[in-house]
């Protein structure tokens, strides 16, 4: 009764301390209508959430100023009422004066209406159609606009696939319809030989097993669990067909491809508990596929595992021997 209660704490809760003390974890799952980014735990999520803001900028004065100039060619470019045929004479601004002050005439033997529309055409031709500032401008400034934007975006794709030598490493690998975990090449010698070669599988808790407080199809049986202020290396790679391992919170999400490694570096600055799901069609049960990465402080991390480790010899010497 012990071990399973020891067992629950540290699937459910992904520290062994929660049995002896009462702690509040903050959950990183979406809310209902939620259309905002979740909370950033990491330096990569933080730098995606500033660039969308800065975009958000350019976004908005591009919109208004492109609604402004539709407004403006609605309002202003009509023909009068009571008239069929667009004459620029008629109109209000700048074009409009133009065409009533200029002494540009077309000479030709036409009639008299046919004269007024090519004297109106010309005067709009020469000075809007191929207005050569205009054209410069608007090719300049969507460019200077892109060099805006390309600058802080380089800086943080570099960021993204920057390598860190990390403390730990931790493989995903993606299943029909589940995920296996293995811990490796742990920088820590004593730790090491407790978590070097770990590997424990996640599969999502139904509806029918949810205890009170978990969520529905986020929930999983184990979570992993990752130090935080420390630099995790995550390989990522499927066994059967293309999966996607993604947690927003993390500001992670990478292709898990048969018979090939991904990987990405992790630096979780807080605790918490950070829900992702697949992010690849992977078949029929793609939606019941969730990640649930559990961070905590790096005492309690090598805690937890040293625990699991002397309860897993213990279980195996309870095992009884076959004769």
Known sequence: MIYNLVEWELDYQGNFLSILQNQVGQMDAAGSWQYSFSDPATPIMEGIINFHNDLMFFVVAIVIFVVWMLFRCVALFKAPEGDRVLNWSKQLGFLGSLAKDSKVRIKSNVNNSTKEGLNSVQIYSSGINHHTPIEIAWTITPAFILMLIAVPSFALLYSIEEFVEPSLTVKCTGHQWYWCYEYSNCKDSDLAEHIDGYKYESYMIPTEDLEIGN???LEVDNRLLIPIRSHVQFTVTAADVLHSWAVPALGVKVDACPGRLNQTSVFIKRPGTFYGQCSEI??????????????????????????ESILRMVEDDLVPVEA
Do not use: A, E, T
């Open 282 to 307: 992977c078949g029929v049960n793609h939606g019941f596929m969730p990640i649930v990465v559990r961070g905590v402080d790096i005492k309690r991390f090598i805690l937890v595992h040293v625990i």
């Open 215 to 217: 969520l529905r199809l």
